[in-house]
Structure formats: C-alpha cells, structure tokens
C-alpha cells in the first residue's frame, strides 16, 4: 500500500475511466488512483456528471469495477496495523472522495436502457458488464463475498469511522477484553469530549488530519444515503439507511457525530475571532445532516405503531424500526445529568446563534452559522426520542433558554424575503413548543418573570414567558401571512397546553389574547374554511382554563372579557338553535356557556354597579375583582386536556422531504446533487425579482431554448442584486476591521498611559 504516484498518473487513470472501456485491470492500473493525494474538488473536476451518466451508459462495467475497488480498498485499510494506517490513509482517503462523487449521481433514476447500478452492483453484487450481465463478484479483500457489496460497504464506513489514526486520536487506549460494551458502544473510540466518558478537550486530544478525515467519511455516509431525493415516496425504505443504522459499531458512530455537533461553538473566544475557518464547522454541518437522516429513518414505523400497533406496508422503512434503528436507541438512552446538561447547553448554543449574531455590541463581530434549520430539526427528534432529556429540559433549566431562540426563528419566517425557507421550519418549531407545553412542569415554569427577549419588534409590557408566548403568537397568526395564517390553530393548542398554569396573564397578554378570540369569532372568519372553527374552539378552551384553574391571578383578564362581554354573546348566539351555526357537528367543541357566559351573567352586573358609585380606575376595577368568588358558580373542572404531537404518516413524509430539502440546499460547493434528477421535492431558482421557477423550465422565458446541459458542476451565474448585497457585506467587515484595530490601537495607549503614571495595566 506505500509508494507514490503523481498528479499526471491520476488523472489519466480517471480520464481512461471515463472514456474507455476497462476490464479487471491488475494494481499497477488502479495504484495511481488510490494512492495520490487528492481533494474531493479535484474529483469533482476529473468526473464530472455528464462524463458519469456517459460511463453508466456505454461502460457501466467501468462504474461497477471503480466502486468495488474503492469498497475494497477501505477494507483493506481495516486490516492495516496502527501503525500502518498513520503512512497510509490515502488510499482510504481517496476511496471515501470517488465514492461521495459517484453516489448521487447513479442514485438518478437511470436513463432508458442504462443498467440500475446501485441495485446490480451494490445488492445484487454484479459485475455489470454488457458482454455478461450475471457475471458476479465472488470475493472481496481476499475473502469470500457472503453478503451484498452495499452492505459490506455501509459496515466498512461505519468501522472506518472508529479507526484508530484516522478518525480516532491514537491517545485513547484500547478496548481489552475485559472491557463491557453494551450494544457495540466503545467509549475510547469517539471523536470528541463531551457526552459519554470523556468530559473534557483535554481528554480527547485531536487533530486537523483527524477533523479532515472525519469529515470525508461523514461525507460519503451521507452521498451513500441520498437514495431518497430521486424517489418520488419519502415512505420507501431505502437500504443504505438501514444498514447504516442497524450495523453493530453505530453506537460509538452517533456518540462521536452527538459530540461533533454539540461541542462546536460559532462564537469564538474574541470578538471576529469566528471568521477564522477550520474544519470544525463543516464537520459539524455534515454530521448534523447525518444524524438527522438517520434519526429519521424508522419514524414511520414508530408512527403505525402509535395509531394502533400495525405495521405498515412491506418495503416501507421496515428493516429500520425504531427498536432497531441503533440511532435512536443509542441517543434514547442518554441519562447522565452531565450528558443530558452537555448536550442541552450545546444545542442551544447553536439554536440561539443567529440570534447572538444580530445583536451583537461591535456589527458584525460574531458570525451566524447558515444551520439554524437543522439545528431544530435535530432538537425536535432528541425531544421526541429521549424522554429523560425532555424531563430535564422541562424541570431543570431556565425556559428562556430554548424558548427565545425558538420564537426568534418563529419571528424571522414572519419577516424573511424568502418566506418558502421558513414554512416547515415554523411547523418544526411548533412540534418542539407543542411537545415542551405537554410538560407540565415546563408550563409550570413559564410563569417566571421575563429576562430576556428575542431580538424582535414587540410591545413593551411587563409579564411572564406565557405573556411572551402569547405577544409573539398573536403578532405572528395576525400577520396577514397565509401560510402562518394556516398554523393558527397548532399555535394556539400551545397557549390551551400552558394555561391551565397560567398563574397572572399581564393586561397586555390579556388584550392581545382577546384580541385574537375576537377576530377568529366572526361569522365571516369561521365561514372562510371548514376548519377555522377550531381555532375559535381552543381559544375559548384556554379562556376556561384561565378562569377555572387560575382565576384569582387573571382578573385584569377578566376584566378584558367583561369589557368585551359583546363578542362572546355574539358567538353565543350564533351557535344558538337560532344562529347560523346551529346545524354544523363542531358547534359542541366550542364552549362559551359553562364557563365564560355563567362569569359575564353574574360579574358585569356587580361591576356596572361599583361603577356608579363615582369614578372609578381600571386598577381600581380590577382590584374589586380580586374581591370576588366564583365558588359554586363554575362547574367542576374538567380533567386538563393536553394536546400533543401525534405522528402519522403524513408528518413523517412532511419532515423527511424537509431535511432532504436542507441538505439539498447545504452542498452546493461543489454541487453533490443534479437539480433536474431530484424526486423528492420541487427545485425552483430564485430570479433577480425574488420570483421562483422551476429549475426545469429554466431558459424557456421569452421564447428561449431550454439548455440541456448539466450545470450542477458549475456555478450558477452571479445574480447581480446578490453580488451587490455581497459587496456590500465585505465592505461592511472591511470597515469592521478598522474599527477593531482603532480599539486596540486605543487600548494599548490607555494601558501606556496608566504605565506611564505608575498604575496597574487593566486585564483586556
């Protein structure tokens, strides 16, 4: 495996690859491909999507030969001693590139005619060759090939991932015999401190060798695993995925790719000092999106399984349940205090990113990592499969934490120029605020005062996080945005969740809530769409809960119901056996008599009278309210209904194509996937006026001619209001620059003055 090769070599030996036809050629062929140093850009250059889907159509038995050889090679690597693997990784190395070029490309749904060879080769183990198309590989590294290539090559990656000298630092010891491991989790073969053993950098010392090849094995995890995009069903399973999750080793893979991601901090130890580039942050980007395909993968299953123990069709996700998907076995199964805090403190370091980013004291000194999405994807799924990180999250950290951010993502839907990037965000968002509300002692919680606030135009007020909570739902559903519009109803099911703890709405969260009830009561709102009852449904719930559970510390809300004692008679009789609604089924589910109409018949006699008395305040109103006692009034309270996520098969697909559609967006440098071969999900290209095209009908305006040609290795052409905004921002950070050295130039002459005068320098 030693030896050099030069540039030169390479390049005809990938040239012959993708022009000629190549048999089972001897070492001497193949040395110079994998044993010359190579960057996945020079890949990228030397086989180029057009030149790929020539191959499979006229030598497909080239394609089927590359990809055996890299497979090979990296078992090959396996079998090195330690020693060996430090000299030579580069085979390996390259391995990891071709197969992370090669695989979006044959996951294409073939041309008419070209032979399927990720099913021939891959899990039929065929050669495929014109001339023989049974002809089968037999073994493999020497050994006999008792199993599918595909599933040998997933296995290989994931061993690859917890080598010693090339993922993992040589500075850990061994496993012995000795040593317990549950479910293939080896705590001495993981990248980073953080959860499991290791708690400190210290005790994982590392390298940028070992980040570079890290990230090129996380790389080709994840080109092998992009089946899905050009499939047209997010439901089917794909093999790949499963092998990966249920292979032996993942344990210790997730634990690495936990700590890959959480350990990652965007802000630097110096104000700028996050603009210096490493490869921690592709790494962490990478090994986020991973995880989270991963994650995914069984959902469906879990999903049957909840609504009411069947399974669902064969070929769906079936070999990736959740009992055996190791991924989420293994994350389920984090416990530990120091772990659940670690991995808590991590996630929303980099949730609150974007956030810190913009309000920053120096512009511009801290930068806002392009992630944000992912990063809530991956909180949704950590909340959903580990129960005892959702308890502490819900007992033993302050709300704002996760909350702030949360809604300040919430916000930016509200106000981004490219609103179709947010929409499944905010759905993301709401299944975590729905899941945390469903905690009791996470509602219970919010009733602490506010401390902190979203970087967001709101109102001045004084309250709690459930003040918050309902400002920022309030502005967000009244918006006049359709598509936020439509989450009126799943918003609100969090305000019904949390008020039955709601122990003093502030004036301001009381006007606001009202507000809404009086908007979504209208005839004409409710008649709009045969499902805007609902929303008018919860907010009459909550208002119930308000005052049942928690009326003596929301009378300036219930001095807002009396004063707008009109709107709820109106609903009252248009539900009535007279009102326009009396024949529709949802008029139960709307109960404004138990409650609310029994408080305004008997308080808005007694409070018009204490008004006659003279003039009067509205704390002064409010005050004699606290005066007064429903007790024997209101009908016993009813147990608390809680609304939580229910999966189905629909919120999986939803989910599955959004995370598809992120890292779709995520590896356009170089371009991983084909725009017009994606399946999944529409691709659009955003014009100079902000107006989106199908990237297939790219060319066809003003009568032009549809270019053919793939772009996908190539970058697209400059928009010119982009460049502008681009020049714009590098002149902003050229003058950012300046102030900082003006600052130290400063600091360093107020530290020689106080020399000068015989005083002490001040710590900087």
């Given amino acids: 495996m030693g030896g050099s090769a030069s540039k030169v070599d390479f390049t005809q030996r990938m040239t012959r690859l993708v022009t000629e036809g190549i048999e089972d050629e001897g070492a001497d062929f193949w040395m110079p491909v994998f044993l010359t140093e190579a960057t996945l850009e020079e890949v990228h250059a030397l086989m180029k999507n057009e030149d790929i889907k020539r191959v499979r159509r ?34 390996a190395s390259n391995s990891l590139k071709i197969l992370t070029r090669l695989m979006p490309v044959l996951h294409e749904e073939p041309e008419e005619g070209c032979m399927d060879i990720i099913y021939e080769l891959f899990w039929e183990n065929r050669r495929c060759h014109p001339k023989n198309p049974q002809s089968m590989f037999s073994k493999i590294a020497g050994y006999p090939l008792g199993k599918p290539i595909g599933e040998v090559l997933m296995e290989t990656l994931v061993a690859i991932s917890n080598t010693t000298n090339f993922c993992v630092s040589s500075n850990l010891r061994s ?34 060798a070992l980040d570079k090849n890290r990230l090129d094995t996380v790389l080709c995890m994840l080109a092998c695993c992009t089946g899905p995009m050009f499939r047209k069903d997010p439901l089917q399973e794909d093999k790949f995925i499963s092998v990966l999750v249920t292979s032996k080793q993942a344990p210790s893979l997730v634990i690495s790719l936990i700590n890959s991601v959480v350990q990652y901090d965007p802000s630097g130890s110096l104000p700028y000092s996050s603009y210096m580039t490493d490869l921690r942050e592709p790494l962490m980007s990478s090994s986020l999106d991973l ?13 049957f399984e909840a609504m009411g123990g069947e399974m669902p069709p064969h070929g769906y996700a079936a070999a990736a349940t959740t009992s055996h998907n190791l991924f989420w076995k293994t994350i389920s199964t984090i416990s530990e205090p120091a772990d659940l805090s670690y991995l808590f403190k991590g996630v929303c370091r980099l949730v609150r990113n974007p956030m810190d980013a913009s309000s920053t004291w120096l512009p511009g000194s801290q930068k806002s990592i392009a992630n944000g999405h992912q990063i809530l994807g991956l909180i949704c799924k950590l909340l959903d499969c580990n129960v005892p990180l959702r308890q502490f999250v819900a007992r033993d950290v302050n709300p704002q934490e996760l909350l702030v951010p949360v809604l300040h993502i919430m916000w930016k839907g509200k106000t981004s120029k490219s609103p179709h990037e947010y929409e499944a965000t905010m759905y993301v968002a709401i299944w975590i605020l729905t899941t945390l509300s469903s905690e009791r002692d996470f509602a219970i919680k919010l009733n602490t005062p506010v401390t902190e606030m979203p970087n967001i135009p ?34 609100i099911c969090i305000i019904v969740n949390i008020s039955p703890y709601a122990k003093s709405l502030s004036m301001v969260g009381s006007v606001k809530l009202l507000n809404l009830y009086e908007i979504m009561s209208t005839q004409k709102y409710i008649s709009a769409s045969s499902e805007n009852w609902r929303p008018l449904a919860l907010l009459t719930q909550t208002l119930n809960n308000l005052i049942q559970y928690q009326y003596e510390g929301n009378t300036p809300l219930l001095y807002g119901i009396l004063r707008r004692h009109e709107i709820f008679r109106k609903v009252q009789q248009m ?33 018009t009278k204490f008004c006659e008395k003279g003039t009067v305040t509205e704390p002064e109103i409010i005050a004699h309210l606290q005066t007064t ?22 919120q999986y ?6 995370i598809w559609s992120l890292i779709y967006n995520t590896y356009q440098r170089p371009a991983m996937f084909n725009p017009s071969a994606i399946r999944l999900f529409p691709v659009y290209a955003v014009g100079t006026d902000g107006a989106l095209t199908p ?33 714009e921002l590098q002149e902003l950070k050229n003058q950012q620059s300046d102030i900082q050295k003006q600052i130290l130039e400063q600091q360093a002459q107020i530290q020689k003055t106080i020399k000068e005068k015989g005083g002490s320098p001040l710590p900087l």
């Fill in 58 to 91: 006229e030598h497909p038995q080239n394609i089927a030969l590359l990809l055996f050889q890299c497979v090979e090679q990296l078992k090959h690597f396996l079998e090195l001693s330690d020693a060996q693997k430090t000299s030579d990784w580069r085979s």
């Fill in 175 to 208: 496993l012995q015999p000795e040593d317990y491991i549950p479910e293939g989790y080896n705590p001495y073969s993981v990248w980073y401190s953080g959860v499991g053993k290791y708690k400190t950098a210290a005790d994982v010392p590392t390298t940028p």
């Fill in 291 to 303: 995880l989270l395909v991963c994650l995914d993968a069984g959902y469906l299953c879990r999903a």
């Fill in 458 to 491: 709101l109102p001045v007020f004084s309250g709690t996080y459930i003040d918050l909570i309902v400002v920022v739902f309030q502005q967000l559903i009244q918006s006049g945005i359709d598509w936020i519009r439509r989450s009126a109803g799943s918003l």
């Fill in 575 to 607: 539900l009535s056996p007279e009102g326009v609604f009396h024949e529709e089924s949802w008029v139960k589910h709307v109960d404004v008599n138990s409650v609310l109409m029994r408080v305004i018949d008997t308080l808005l006699d007694d409070v």
């Fill in 629 to 650: 006692t429903l007790v024997g009034l209101l009908p016993q309270p009813h147990v608390i209904q809680v609304h939580s996520n229910q999966p189905s098969p629909a």
């Fill in 653 to 658: 697909s939803y989910f599955a194509i959004w």
């Fill in 695 to 727: 990237i297939e009908k790219a060319g066809e305006a003003n009568g032009a001619v549809e270019d053919t040609k793939d772009t996908s290795d190539t970058p697209p052409p400059t928009d010119p209001m982009l460049q502008k905004k681009l020049d």
